[in-house]
């Protein structure tokens, strides 16, 4: 009797490993830019499957040459250099498109700026905001981002060597935040849906980013890169496919990305 219990409970315990009940967990590796947008995403995938997914945070990049060496499961970026670079046997998909916005002081009066007046702010030739039709103040310039300002420079908008420029310390996306909220003067990039309420999000030429305006009219965006081995275990292409269905594409909306799939 003993030994057809123990048989029994060893078939049901390898019945429920291979059915997903005791799936071994996904990590996610990401920086700053991106986590956000893995964590909800594997939140609803847990619920959806039972799948534990743990994201954690780094710099920019660590996490897509983490997991093209096979060294964390997943990898998440906007970062576009590295990608050029990936070992083969690599997989990357892009799930979504994270557009940069430009944040300001709340007490700044400036709502919308010119393309060309942006590109004469970051190039260093607008030093003032009196410049531009605002305030007689310092353009306490530019918030650097490192998963943004690839993006800015690639779309006709490159950064002039002497802007005057604020130091982030710590998490990139909570340190421009602060820096635009504590500084009247301060011009921050922002991953669009990461600004913090207590910052205004200006438009450029009028426009924000959507799914109307973007990207003929609101060309600022970088691509939100997944990426893996090309022979990632089931679980980690299920977690691919769950961010590419509807469901994922809705969460990547709910963050104010813009959708590859509608």
């Not at 830019?33 to 594997?42: D, N, Q, V």
Request: aromatic letters at 8%; a positive charge.
């Amino acid at each position: 009797m003993k030994k057809r219990t123990f048989i029994a409970t060893l078939f049901f315990s390898i019945v429920f490993v291979r059915s997903g009940v005791a799936a071994e967990a996904i990590g996610i590796l990401g920086d700053p830019c991106t986590a956000p947008l893995a964590e909800k995403l594997g939140v609803a995938f847990t619920k959806k499957t039972g799948t534990e997914v743990k994201v954690e945070t780094a710099a920019c990049a660590a996490g897509i040459y983490k997991a093209s060496n096979g060294l964390v499961d997943i990898g998440v970026s906007t970062h576009e250099v590295v990608l050029t670079y990936l070992p083969d046997g690599t997989a990357n998909k892009v799930i979504a498109r994270a557009p940069t916005v430009v944040l300001v002081n709340k007490a700044n009066p400036i709502n919308n700026l010119q393309l060309q007046q942006l590109k004469d702010i970051l190039s260093g030739k607008v030093k003032n905001w009196k410049e531009v039709g605002g305030n007689d103040s310092e353009i306490k310039n530019v918030l650097l981002q490192p998963c943004t300002t690839t993006i800015f420079a690639k779309r006709s908008a490159p950064f002039g060597k002497d802007i005057n420029r604020l130091t982030q310390e710590g998490n990139p996306v909570a340190s421009t935040n602060k820096l635009v909220e504590a500084n009247e003067g301060a011009m921050g990039l922002q991953i669009y849906g990461y600004e913090s309420p207590d910052v205004k999000v200006i438009t450029i030429d009028g426009y924000l980013p959507d799914e109307n305006s973007f990207p003929s009219k609101y060309k600022f965006y970088q691509d939100y890169n997944v990426v893996t081995k090309e022979n990632a275990n089931s679980n980690i292409t299920a977690f691919v496919d769950f961010a590419m269905s509807p469901e994922g594409q809705e969460i990547a909306a709910s963050l104010k990305h813009i959708r590859v799939k509608k």
